[in-house]
């Protein structure tokens, strides 16, 4: 029987309550933190005293952040006057993306590609309403299975779209009655994709690919990625890999990298920057991705270089040896010639060739431009470190005076960082004392957070909170957003607790930009304006996090129930026991502050 929330979900909200009951509400979530706190230390009697210092320390942030709610409360029963009441929307919105509207964009005069690219300036109020999931919409197979089989339904791709598909990433999906099923071991080269990282790994002069984090290899940028199966491979080797495609109103990339509980994002950078800093990521793996590189004076390669850290790599699998013959050899040798000089300019270096794959690495030496040939590329003179929210690209290149200028081989290997590279983030407002207080308040909240949500985000596994979590698959929450992030303190306590999750962290555009130290401990993170929709397909993550949201709505165009349907639109649907956690997580995530 079909769940009540497909019917008609509503968001009600009644007249403004008075003072006293606000207080009420403080006075009650006060108790609740006292509870949960002592309900904590009742979970894990073995661990470590406290000291004294760091309790008064915590006290003081949970008074202040009372304090704050109470503000917040108090905001929104001002603001409220009536009953509002939001139906579901067509079935036409099912796999609706704001934002990417090519017909508007067309009209618009945008073109070139441009087209399929964000563009929020032209998105229309339209009427409010709830997307609905699919009517063969089924929660997602258990990781690791949901990995390699997901339902069809939850996707938007037709059969007759999937057979008449020629690509060879789709080839590999084998579509059943009801399932797709992605044939990892025989991945996106004919020897495999296990045999393809091998090959990747000995390029670069490894004995194979488990050594990739050892030579700084921690986070990889997979630009076009097909539907994520270099990605599900290197998730093994606990390798980062987010997988960044455009906009498809079927059959997306994205999407259907999501629904395998991948990490990806709807990105484009035909005519702007990705939203990622200078000097991101380890590595940038384009497999017959579809881009002309040298397109636009070369600005698609400047942007790779752009997001690539001193030392990393470039991979380029070209699908121009898959014919043979003299023909083949033509076209990659004109395929070359024009990457061959801006690479030179760019300071990179051809490290290998095999077959239809080219490794470029790129200069750890930054006094490498300075012996250039002249009229070549030309430094960037802006703030390397500025932030790039969808800016326009740049003829220029980035990051040479940035004090994160570090070769990968140079970094700490894990999610930790050192003294050092701590004191270089203090740019970004990471100062280490509150780094290290703000791990230790999630790692307090991690537990409370688990034992209460236990048993709604274990499946046939009867338990009490506090008990010992069962091993996969029974865990049901694969992925978590982070909708404001500071220091990726909850990624953090995850990690520690080994938990079989992933985290989004989304830092807010109007926050401190601390996405460089994020990036820079190897988690993914992207940066948003939360007065727009974000980048991504309904129904793709298990959990929202969204502690102190709101004190970043402070434009006139931010709207907090545009922000509730725009959770209620990112989150997942669940049937039975996981309809109240479906609903309640919109409401006590937006509240888990």
Not at 199 to 220: F, H, K, Y
Not at 244 to 249: C, K, S
Not at 420 to 445: M, T
């Amino acid at each position: 029987m079909r769940s009540s929330w497909f019917n008609k979900l509503s968001i009600i909200i009644g007249p403004r309550p008075p003072v006293n009951w606000l207080f009420l509400c403080l006075i009650s979530l006060l108790v609740l933190i006292v509870v949960l706190g002592s309900s904590s230390s009742n979970i894990d009697d073995q661990a470590p005293d406290i000291p004294v210092s760091l309790i008064y320390t915590n006290y003081r942030r949970v008074k202040e952040q009372a304090v704050v709610d109470y503000l917040e409360l108090r905001s929104v029963a001002r603001g409220v006057s009536r009953q509002r009441e939001f139906d579901l929307c067509g079935k036409e919105r099912e796999n609706f993306v704001p934002c990417y509207n090519v017909s508007a964009n067309l009209l618009a005069g945008f073109k070139d590609g441009e087209e399929f690219d964000r563009h929020c300036e032209l998105l229309v109020e339209a009427e409010r309403c709830l997307v609905r999931p699919p009517k063969e919409y089924k929660i997602p197979l258990q990781w690791p299975a949901g990995r390699d089989v997901i339902w069809s339904g939850n996707v938007k791709i037709t059969k007759n779209q999937f057979l008449a598909s020629g690509s060879m990433t789709k080839r590999l999906m084998l579509l059943e009655e009801n399932q797709i099923a992605f044939h990892s071991e025989d991945g996106l080269i004919y020897d495999g994709m296990k045999d393809y990282s091998r090959q990747l790994a000995e390029m670069i002069g490894l004995g194979s690919d488990n050594e990739l984090p050892q030579a700084g290899v921690r986070t990889i940028l997979d630009i076009n990625c097909g539907f994520g199966s270099f990605a599900a491979h290197l998730a093994s080797l606990k390798i980062m890999t987010v997988c960044i495609a455009p906009y498809e109103a079927t059959g997306s990339q994205v999407q259907l990298a999501l629904e395998r509980g991948l990490p990806a994002v709807i990105g484009n950078f035909v005519a702007r920057q990705l939203s990622y800093p200078s000097l991101s990521y380890d590595m940038v793996h384009c497999a017959q991705c579809g881009i002309i590189w040298d397109g636009k004076d070369g600005r698609f390669l400047i942007e790779v270089d752009r997001v690539l850290k001193p030392g990393g790599y470039f991979v380029l699998t070209s699908p121009t040896s898959r014919s043979q013959g003299s023909s083949s050899q033509m076209k990659r040798r004109n395929m070359l010639m024009p990457m061959e000089e801006l690479t030179q300019q760019l300071c990179w270096t051809l490290l290998a060739q095999q077959d239809e794959t080219f490794i470029w690495q790129k200069t750890a030496d930054v006094n490498c431009y300075a012996y250039r040939k002249k009229h070549a590329i030309p430094l960037c003179k802006e703030d390397d470190d500025a932030q790039s929210y969808y800016r326009p690209l740049q003829p220029c290149i980035s990051g040479t005076s940035s004090k994160r200028w570090i070769a990968i081989q140079n970094r700490s290997s894990g999610s930790e960082l050192s003294s050092a590279e701590l004191k270089i983030n203090g740019k970004y407002c990471v100062q280490p004392e509150d780094f290290f207080e703000d791990l230790q308040f999630w790692r307090s909240a991690l537990k409370n957070y688990w034992s209460l949500l236990t048993p709604l985000i274990f499946s046939d596994h009867p338990k009490r909170p506090g008990d010992e979590d069962p091993l996969p698959p029974f865990n049901m929450i694969r992925n978590v957003m982070d909708m404001s992030t500071k220091f990726g303190g909850l990624n953090t306590a995850l990690l520690e607790e080994k938990k079989s999750v992933w985290v989004m962290n989304v830092v807010p555009a109007t926050a401190s930009n601390s996405l460089p130290f994020l990036l820079d401990r190897g988690f993914a993170g992207v940066m948003h304006d939360w007065c727009e929709p974000f980048p991504t397909y309904p129904r793709t993550y298990d959990m929202l996090h969204a502690n102190g949201i709101l004190s970043h709505l402070t434009s006139e165009r931010c709207s907090l129930m545009n922000l509730f349907l725009e959770m209620d639109r990112i989150l997942r649907p669940e049937f039975h026991s996981f309809d109240i956690f479906s609903s309640m997580m919109k409401i006590s995530k937006y509240l888990t502050i």
